[in-house]
Nanobody, 126 residues
Framework: QVQPVESGGGSVQAGGSLKLSCIPS??????VGWFRQAPGKEREGIAA????????NYADSVKGRFTISQDNAKNIVYLQVDRLEPEDTAKYYC?????????????????????WGQGTQVTVSS
């Protein structure tokens, strides 16, 4: 199983922005999701995109601040993270899934995804 590869994490001050990148793994991966996990907390699915139509969905916690997008020519999925808050501090993971939920809607549940990257750290200071 080829793993996705993330990049773009870093340390920023509150209110700042970062652009995370993911090269998804393998073939026939219809959905790509971004997840994050802070120490002592459960992994949270924050955004997902259907590779075919580009249909996206977001967790309420990031809606309006984070944007998932893709560049099909480069085979890269991005997560633009704006207006960062200290509560956004976490390790951010990219994952790929072989199917959607139907109608081009991608799950944000961890168990739906079968290929995971190693993660990239985002640290936000106040």
């Amino acid at each position: 199983q080829v793993q996705p590869v993330e990049s773009g994490g870093g340390s920023v001050q509150a209110g700042g922005s970062l652009k995370l990148s993911c090269i998804p793994s393998g073939f026939n991966k219809y959905c790509v999701g971004w997840f994050r996990q802070a120490p002592g907390k459960e992994r949270e699915g924050i955004a997902a995109i259907y590779r075919g139509s580009g249909k996206t969905n977001y967790a309420d916690s990031v809606k309006g601040r984070f944007t998932i997008s893709q560049d099909n020519a480069k085979n890269i999925v991005y997560l633009q993270v704006d207006r960062l808050e200290p509560e956004d501090t976490a390790k951010y993971y990219c994952a790929a899934a072989s199917s959607d939920l139907g109608g081009g809607y991608c799950s944000r549940a961890s168990h739906w995804y079968d290929a995971w990257g190693q993660g990239t750290q985002v640290t936000v200071s106040s």
